[in-house]
T-cell receptor, first 109, second 113 residues
């Protein structure tokens, strides 16, 4: 069974702190996506990671992919309140996305 | 460019009723998908299509049907609605290829009472 596991599932942190969300998966895929979802909204694409060692950064968010370890990380630097949301990773297995359960991130002022 | 358009945005159904969730994309994408998202959970694949006339089951297809008569449209049919089908439904599409991403619709929030 294909599995995608995120941790933590819930994270409450202070503004200005750094933290990392982890995404472990059980397939041999080398395509992984990170999405953001605000309450009651659709999914917003953050990063597309297409190969081993891929690293992408946008503002305070940085994502990386290690296909050998079957691990992706989403690192948050100097968190701000606007980054409060639920973050999902999804692994692409032959044009089908397998989703993690999501990490609900709350950033307190 | 509208992207992926879903209708309706909200719907309340009574147990045993049927309805069709509409999904249209104007990007000429070959691949289209229907997902459901239950509260506090990730998305689960219901059905997908790799092109007009071709559909296949995903992880949770029971109680649903789809058709793909055109590249643009991928409707999801719920027959005999049950409370377990209360969820948010997302349609998505992708062109495929080497460097592709997925585009999601805004979702349909369905409540079965």
């Amino acid at each position: 069974e294909l599995k995608v596991e995120q941790n933590p599932l819930f994270l409450s942190m202070q503004e200005g702190k750094n933290y990392t969300i982890y995404c472990n998966y059980s397939t041999t895929s080398d395509r992984l996506y990170w999405y953001r979802q605000d309450p009651g909204k659709s999914l917003e694409s953050l990063f597309v990671l297409l190969s081993n060692g891929a690293v992408k950064q946008e503002g305070r968010l940085m994502a990386s992919l290690d296909t050998k370890a079957r691990l992706s990380t989403l690192h948050i630097t100097a968190a701000v309140h606007d980054l409060s949301a639920t973050y999902f990773c999804a692994v692409d297995e032959s044009y089908q996305l397998i989703w993690g359960a999501g990490t609900k991130l709350i950033i307190k002022p | 460019n509208a992207g992926v358009t879903q209708t309706p945005k909200f719907r309340i159904l009574k147990i045993g009723q049927s309805m069709t969730l509409q999904c249209t994309q104007d990007m000429n994408h070959n691949y289209m998908y229907w997902y459901r998202q239950d509260p506090g959970m990730g998305l689960k694949l219901i059905y997908y299509s790799v092109g007009a006339g071709i559909t296949d089951k995903g992880e949770v297809p029971n109680g649903y049907n789809v058709s793909r008569s055109t590249t643009e449209d991928f409707p999801l049919r719920l027959e005999l609605a049950a409370p377990s089908q209360t969820s948010v439904y997302f349609c998505a599409s992708t062109p495929g290829g080497v460097n592709y991403g997925y585009t999601f619709g805004s979702g349909t929030r369905l409540t079965v009472v």
